[in-house]
């Protein structure tokens, strides 16, 4: 009977260890096409903009950390030619993010009235554990509104929002506090003034989120003070009324009650 007993448990635990192994294969191999695809996404928008010819040798073509923005080329709609084709690929686009010198490169996508439709839904809309980087859609991109809050997955392999997790240090944002988050029309530089934790559970945390469009200067300076309230530490910045910001939300998972939000704040400073 022990035998027996023996026996099932071996297969059972070779079975757990097979099931485990085809799961983190799946997980890396799903990343290894995810990040491919949004290389090939980020490379067409470089190839799409001039490139700063001082940092180039002849004949060497330039990563998207050399294209020069300081060269706007827009169509007879008045949209950039960088972010052309990928609108036209899918008109859910309205964007682009990035940190230079980190993983965060993508496009930023919008659905007014499903919120969450790329939670699980990568950028050509195929479904995926990473998703895509999504803006609120009660904001407006192109006003813009006061506050824009753009959701990403905080990934273990680093994709996605995984980036923001090292502004919990300090020193993190002292050496690159910009955040480039662009519109389908213009250029577009943020500076990070708050980096803050706080839970997503209703009615216990800070619903930055939902904060669009202030009504007054005192509602505006009131979501100001709470970010910086909540904040790891002091920037030494408090945007003011009539500053247009952006708040990166993703989730963190130190908070006691298990639904935190980790959130880079920053307001637009060209």
């Excluded at 470089?46 to 040798?57: F, R």
């Excluded at 130190?254 to 637009?268: E, I, K, M, S, W």
Aim: with cysteine; proline share 3%.
């Amino acid at each position: 009977m022990r035998k027996v007993l023996f026996s099932i448990l071996v297969v059972l635990l070779a079975a757990a260890f097979a099931i485990s192994a085809f799961l983190v294969g799946s997980y890396l191999l799903e990343g290894k096409e995810q990040k491919e695809k949004y290389e090939q996404l980020s490379d067409m928008v470089a190839n799409a903009q001039p490139q700063s010819t001082e940092t180039l040798e002849e004949g060497e073509t330039a990563p998207s950390e050399t294209v020069d923005r300081t060269i706007i080329l827009r169509d007879e709609d008045g949209m950039l030619l960088c972010y052309k084709n990928l609108y036209e690929m899918n008109d859910d686009m309205v964007g682009w993010l990035k940190i230079s010198g980190t993983q965060l490169d993508y496009p930023v996508m919008q659905t007014p009235g499903d919120n969450e439709f790329y939670l699980d839904k990568d950028f050509y809309k195929e479904k995926s554990d990473r998703g895509a980087i999504f803006a609120w859609g009660e904001a407006d991109i192109n006003e813009p509104s006061d506050n824009i809050t753009l959701f990403g997955h905080n990934m273990k392999d680093g994709s996605m929002f995984a980036a923001l997790n090292a502004y919990v240090d300090k020193a993190t944002w002292e050496e690159n506090p910009m955040i480039i988050f662009d519109t389908l029309t213009d250029f577009h530089t943020y500076k990070i003034f708050a980096v803050f934790r706080t839970t997503a559970t209703k009615d216990k945390g800070f619903s930055y989120h939902q904060f669009v469009d202030a009504e007054n200067e005192k509602e505006f300076n009131d979501f100001v003070a709470e970010c910086k309230e909540l904040a790891y530490y002091d920037t030494g910045i408090t945007p003011v009324y009539g500053d247009k910001l952006i708040c990166l939300s993703t989730c963190e998972y130190t908070h006691p009650d298990q639904n935190g939000r980790l959130v880079v704040a920053a307001y637009r400073i060209s």
